[in-house]
């Protein structure tokens, strides 16, 4: 999943399993992509460069289920 769908699919899918996850642009210096939230805490975080915005959803899709595996079970 490299494409935007593929991040649409993969934010449907965290959503529909009550996975909270953010997007973050930072205009000159990236992405900063995470799970959690402010309220609960965040439980992953990493830095995307503009360039690899393609591996976004792998990168959530794969920290999600390593972070949540009963969610995917």
Known sequence: MSDGLGLILVLQ????REINAS??????????VGLGNERDGIVASEHFEVD??????????????????????
Do not use: Q
């Open 23 to 32: 997007i973050v642009s930072d205009w000159d210096d990236g992405f900063t």
């Open 52 to 73: 690899e915005l393609p591996t976004i959803p792998e990168w959530l899709e794969r920290k999600a289920r390593e972070i949540y595996p009963e969610a995917f079970g």
């Open 13 to 16: 899918n965290l959503y529909a």
